[in-house]
């Protein structure tokens, strides 16, 4: 008995020391979290962990870094092990009520939290924690009562909640919202403040591209043969897979709030709502749109059997349900696309509040608040800059005070009575027509993806058609003359050129049954048979605007042109010192040829 008496005596001695010395390992990972290298003072916990394995404050103090690393599983970890080592001690209860309450377990965290408070009644940091998520959870319960009559989908809604709560998803902090049958939002029930992650979907409730091509109707589309023309498929199919398996699929609480039917989007427009659109390219791009699912659809049908017994407008609903809710993630370093429960209810909006990804670590989607958001205010996500166009035909909504990124559709066609014709159009491939989708600036700061989306490609395509003799020198190469990125040719050839551009706009601008004054005062009244027709207006709005720019570029920028260079001189230096888009212009493009033009 002795002897035992010895070594427990000689183990506290040792562990006593190893608190105290002043160059210890526990020292120095305690110095670390105080200048707050967290991944510095992870490694000496852990290090000194090794050393001494019941030390339960190494181990309360691993917790607090692991907080500090958004490592809530471990942290929540090390805390019941600092509990187990010393339940009477309070900050083993403390640190797994600040886990839990990160990982959004707001109950759990509470009854921890009071425990910690029985143990230390007088600990300010327990006490203080335990008033709010008292708080928090009041006010949660007060927001929820208040806010559950407002959706009269309430019960479907419902059952997704608890479907998602049951596998493990949280989102305690807010709710869906009921505007109309096609316009819903995600709002706050309490003030929130930034950083704090206010939805987490754990991996098994994202419905990625690899579960769709894994499933019955997946396989039986890849042993057929066929490649897909658009990735989005992958899920569209699927959705409609899982749609008829209804009770059997464990998709169905969520696929049940998945709208009906699309009535916003410009592709299932009736004619009511295409005569609103009369002139307008969204016409053109819905109805490609709607080629493209039906070739899509058709080439589905034609390699895979197993397919055939659903319908071409459950494929279009498919498509619509992906494109409208799409996520762009990265799971463990693999790129793929996926739809996120509740994550694909938030609506749009540039500034958003939040951001959002796959945490590895977590294993599941999180998305985290960039900033403070005030109780009842509503939560949006980004959709990226474009123009009213993409947003419209793609998602069928449209924003105001979009100008920048709104473009407009400029068709143009090589001149018979070009004297180089029959040049030109060897390099042009024999076909003499060209078109492109640009917004109103010169600019390479713009929204667009694709090569005839860039406002410096038309204006070389331009420069080109209306080059002469020497200056088609200017254009050329070793592969033969250049369609795009020729810089400013010559004065006559930009003046030509503004010309050109506004010849096509006013042509383009003819093809609109009214003026832009007509939408501007439609607009302003806001007085619209239903959202559709206000996102009509707005996109015709948009796109007469974009033409107005181009019409007035040229009527600007022509007399400037013609100026003398000592004449331009002050009107150079006022556009250089008050930046615009038009003023860019002058900048890059007028400034240079006038000044080489003496």
């Not at 600040?98 to 009644?121: C, D, I, S, T």
């Not at 570029?553 to 006022?574: E, T």
């Amino acid at each position: 008995m002795a002897k035992k008496r010895d070594r427990r005596k000689k183990a506290k001695e040792a562990k006593a020391a190893a608190k105290t010395a002043p160059d210890s390992i526990a020292d120095k990972g305690k110095s670390a979290f105080v200048r707050k290298d967290y991944d510095t003072a992870l490694k000496l916990f852990t290090q000194a962990l090794e050393e001494d394995k019941k030390n339960e404050r190494l181990y309360a103090n691993r917790a607090a870094t692991n907080i500090e690393l958004s490592n809530f599983d471990e942290a929540l970890e090390d805390a019941e092990t600092c509990i187990k080592l010393k339940p009477e001690w309070h900050k083993g209860y403390y640190r797994k009520g600040v886990a839990l309450e990160k990982l959004l377990r707001y109950q759990e965290a509470r009854a921890a939290l009071k425990e910690g408070e029985k143990k230390a009644p007088e600990d300010a940091a327990t006490k203080r924690a335990l008033e709010s998520i008292e708080s928090l959870l009041n006010e949660l319960a007060i927001s929820l009562e208040q806010t559950s009559a407002d959706n009269p989908d309430n019960d479907r809604f419902t059952k997704m909640v608890q479907w998602m709560k049951d596998g493990g998803c949280k989102f305690p902090k807010l709710y869906l919202k009921y505007y109309s049958e096609d316009y819903r939002g995600v709002h706050t029930l309490c003030k929130i403040p930034p950083n704090d992650c206010v939805l987490y979907v754990p991996l098994k409730y994202l419905m990625t591209n690899e579960v769709a091509m894994e499933s019955e109707i997946g396989q039986a589309i890849q042993k057929s043969g066929y490649d897909m023309r658009s990735e989005h498929s992958w899920l569209a199919v699927y959705l409609i897979q899982e749609k008829h398996n209804k009770e059997k699929s464990f998709w169905k609480p969520y696929i049940d709030i998945l709208p009906d039917k699309y009535g916003n989007m410009p592709m299932l427009f009736g004619d009511i709502y295409k005569k609103f659109l009369s002139g307008s390219y969204a016409l053109t791009m819905a109805a490609n749109r709607m080629d493209s699912l039906r070739a899509e659809y058709d080439g589905i049908c034609r390699s895979c059997k197993a397919f055939r017994k659903y319908m071409f407008l459950e494929f279009v609903w498919g498509r619509l349900a992906v494109i409208t809710r799409i996520f762009g993630l990265n799971i463990h370093g693999k790129k793929t696309s996926a739809l996120v429960p509740y994550a694909d209810m938030l609506n749009h909006i540039t500034d958003k509040q939040t951001d959002w990804q796959y945490d590895d670590k977590r294993k599941g989607y999180t998305m985290i608040t960039n900033r403070g958001v005030a109780r009842g205010e509503q939560i949006f996500d980004s959709y990226g800059r474009k123009c009213n166009g993409r947003y419209f035909v793609n998602y069928g909504f449209t924003i105001d005070e979009n100008f920048i990124d709104n473009d407009a559709v400029f068709r143009v066609t090589l001149p018979r009575g070009d004297p180089h014709f029959n040049m030109k159009l060897k390099y042009l491939h024999n076909n003499p027509t060209r078109e492109f989708q640009v917004p109103p600036t010169y600019s390479e700061d713009v929204s667009v993806l694709s090569e005839n989306m860039k406002p410096r490609n038309m204006f070389s395509f331009f420069r080109f058609l209306h080059a002469r003799d020497k200056e088609l020198m200017l254009t050329s190469s070793q592969d033969g003359y250049q369609i795009k990125d020729i810089a400013p040719i010559s004065v006559r050839n930009e003046i030509s050129v503004l010309k050109h551009i506004q010849e096509v706009a006013k042509e383009t601008l003819s093809q609109f049954p009214d003026p832009l004054t007509v939408d501007h005062k439609l607009l302003k009244v806001n007085k619209f048979m239903d959202m559709n027709h206000r996102n009509c207006v707005m996109m015709r709005c948009g796109e007469k605007e974009t033409l107005h720019w181009y019409i007035n570029l040229a009527d600007k920028a022509i007399p400037l042109l013609k100026m003398k260079w000592k004449d331009l001189k002050r009107v150079a230096a006022k556009c250089h010192q008050q930046p615009s888009r038009f003023n860019y212009y002058v900048t890059e493009v007028v400034v240079p040829l006038v000044k080489n033009n003496k």
